[in-house]
C-alpha cells in the first residue's frame, strides 16, 4: 500500500500488534508525518480507554443480593412454622368436629351469641395481623427495590 495513507484499521493494528503489519505499511509510517500524527492520537487514544476505571454501579449490588438471600432464608424458616400453624388449626377443628359429630347441629344452633361473636372477633384478629404481615413485607420489598 505505497503511496496512499494507511487506512483505520492498518493503523490500529500499527499501534495493537506491530508485528502483524506488513513492511509496506511499516515503510510507509516511517516516512509519513501524517500517518505518525494519527498513530500518535490513536495510542493517546487507546492509553486514556485503558486508564479508564472499570464501569461500578451507581448502589451497592452485594448489600442489596445478600438482603434477598438473607430473605429468602429467613423465609425457608419460617415456612416449617407456617405448616405447623395449619396443622394446628386442622388438630384444633377436626378433632371436636370429630368428637362432637351427632351434636354437631346443635353446636351451631344452640350456640351461645356471646361465643360466636368470640370466634368471629378471634377470626377478625388473626386474619387483620396476617394482612398487616404482607403490608409490612411488601413495604420491605418496595424499599429494598427503591433503595
Ligand atoms: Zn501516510
Redesign the pocket.
Given at each position: 500500500m505505497s503511496g496512499a495513507?494507511?487506512s483505520e484499521e492498518e493503523l490500529q493494528q500499527y499501534i495493537l500488534d506491530r508485528p502483524a503489519c506488513t513492511p509496506e505499511d511499516i515503510a510507509?509510517?516511517d516516512g509519513?508525518p501524517?500517518?505518525q500524527a494519527q498513530v500518535a492520537a490513536y495510542g493517546l487514544l487507546m492509553e486514556g480507554l485503558s486508564q479508564q476505571p472499570a464501569p461500578v454501579f451507581g448502589f451497592d449490588v452485594s448489600a442489596i443480593v445478600m438482603g434477598q438471600l438473607a430473605e429468602s432464608a429467613e423465609r425457608r424458616v419460617e415456612r416449617p412454622s407456617w405448616w405447623a400453624t395449619a396443622a394446628l388449626i386442622l388438630l384444633v377443628t377436626a378433632v371436636p368436629a370429630w368428637l362432637f359429630r351427632k351434636s354437631a347441629y346443635y353446636v351451631f344452633t344452640d350456640i351461645s351469641a356471646v361465643f360466636l361473636y368470640l370466634i368471629l372477633a378471634a377470626a377478625g384478629v388473626f386474619v387483620l395481623l396476617r394482612v398487616l404481615h404482607l403490608i409490612k413485607r411488601y413495604q420491605q420489598i418496595i424499599n429494598i427495590i427503591n433503595k
Open positions: 495513507h494507511l510507509h509510517l509519513c501524517d500517518c
